[in-house]
């Protein structure tokens, strides 16, 4: 009985631990992606308008708000589902 205790620990372990990668993953792309690439954007079209930093500057406070409303929907996720749990 005890080795099936602890097989079935060692597989609790590494779902835990394959769910915090897996969310960890997620929101690090979240983050990442909204940020950088709408800062890229706005870099680009500065380039292209003349308009520098106005462009850059946008799309790094809309991309910092985009990455904040994409967490903030992530945390919502796994609250209902550990509330349903």
Do not use: C, H, Y
Request: hydrophobic share 45%; no cysteine.
């Amino acid at each position: 009985m005890k080795e099936t205790d602890t097989s079935a620990s060692k597989t609790d372990d590494f779902n835990a631990a394959t769910l915090l990668t897996k969310t960890m993953i997620g929101t690090t792309w979240r983050m990442f992606l909204p940020t950088v690439g709408l800062t890229l954007l706005g870099l680009w079209l500065d380039d292209r308008t003349g308009l520098r930093p106005k462009l850059t500057l946008m799309g790094i406070v809309i991309g910092v708000i985009v990455a904040a409303v994409l967490v903030f929907l992530q945390i919502a996720k796994i609250k209902r589902q550990e509330s349903n749990k």
